[in-house]
């Protein structure tokens, strides 16, 4: 999907780690423009502490012909509705922030280009000073759900539940069922952030307090947040796979299917290194999907499984016939390879 740039063209990326922020100019009015410059930096500068931090946002692209604009150095430049949203959202009333959000500070024209930065996209969320999860906008049940939520630690447990717990319980949905939880991007930039927050409209709280407040219901709705907390375990604690990624993530929605596999790569240890040309957004669906299931068979590298037949089996067991005949698939990969958009 691509944002409207016409009249503004990018300067290109001098180095291979070279990544833009978006520098937006505060408003005290809410509905001014927004207006805002690109700036390069690198990830080695940032890693160093040389570059001033910024704010990485993780959001829904949303409907593309539902359309917002930025005002990038005098030149308009179109923006999904959602990211305008998301935007004016953290925008600050005096302030100047640096924001990436992949949108703006990647060109999406350049296939090239886009290869590169979804290979830096985990190290642009774990260098982020602060993730915002921008789930839109506000309504009053999520507004009740995130402040109980920025309360958490100002009242003691049982004193925050009794005034809460059954408001909590009637409007946890007015969180949990944005199509944030449902994309495919989200889990990456959520593990991989160093301090994640949840905002709807202009209102916030921190992840682990929304975990804390939501999964303390034992909710069947909130199963989704204990899965991802799982995943940022296991991250943390370097046993993430590919195949444990790409089954938990199975029929998760994506713009681009290919994404199914290249939005969940940052979130690998680093001690799997991936072949250079691994993302590659000039292949189809199907030579992606062929490729990974030959990455994984060929890999050797799972510590939890010494025995080369063990992935075969694994993955044989993922691509498993769900009984829709082959001429009626939506993609045509051979009968070994998942195709990772079914469930």
């Avoid at 503004?8 to 833009?20: A, M, N, Q, V």
């Avoid at 996209?121 to 939520?149: C, K, N, Q, W």
């Avoid at 899965?227 to 790409?246: H, K, N, P, V």
């Avoid at 068979?297 to 829709?324: C, F, I, K, M, N």
Wanted: aromatic share 8%; with cysteine.
């Amino acid at each position: 999907m691509d944002t409207s740039t016409e009249g503004f063209r990018y300067k290109p990326l001098s180095e291979p780690d070279s990544i833009r922020l978006l520098v937006l100019e505060p408003s005290a009015q809410p509905e001014a423009d927004l207006r805002g410059h690109l700036i390069h930096t690198t990830i080695r500068e940032r890693g160093d502490d040389i570059c001033t931090g910024y704010i990485a946002i993780s959001y829904v692209w949303g409907d593309p012909t539902a359309k917002g604009s930025i005002i990038l150095g005098g030149q308009p430049v179109s923006l999904t509705a959602s990211l305008d949203a998301a935007l004016r959202g953290i925008r600050d009333s005096s302030v100047t922030l640096r924001a990436w959000a992949d949108a703006i500070c990647i060109d999406q024209g350049n296939i090239a280009e886009r290869n590169q930065q979804v290979s830096l996209m985990g190290s642009i969320y774990s260098l982020a000073d602060h993730t915002v999860i921008f789930l839109g906008s506000i309504t009053p049940d999520a507004e009740l759900v995130l402040r109980s939520a920025a309360r958490w630690h100002a009242l003691s447990e049982g004193e925050l539940i009794q005034a809460t717990a059954d408001a909590v319980s009637r409007t946890q949905d007015a969180i949990l069922s944005r199509p944030w939880f449902t994309r495919t991007w989200i889990l990456q930039e959520l593990v991989l952030s160093r301090d994640p927050w949840v905002q709807c409209g202009r209102v916030r709280a921190r992840w682990a307090d929304l975990c804390s407040l939501l999964l303390a219901r034992e909710a069947r709705s909130a199963r989704v947040l204990h899965a991802m907390q799982t995943t940022r375990s296991e991250f943390q604690q370097s046993s993430t796979t590919l195949l444990g990624l790409l089954s938990a993530r199975r029929g998760s929605a994506a713009t681009d299917p290919r994404d199914l596999v290249y939005g969940l790569l940052g979130m690998l240890p680093k001690t799997l290194r991936l072949p250079s040309d691994f993302v590659n957004y000039t292949l189809p669906v199907e030579q992606v999907y062929v490729k990974t299931a030959r990455y994984i068979l060929e890999s050797g590298s799972w510590p939890s499984h010494p025995v080369r037949w063990q992935y075969g089996l694994q993955l044989l067991l993922s691509a498993a016939d769900d009984g829709t005949p082959m001429d009626e698939r939506p993609r045509r990969v051979p009968s070994w390879v998942p195709d990772w958009t079914l469930l």
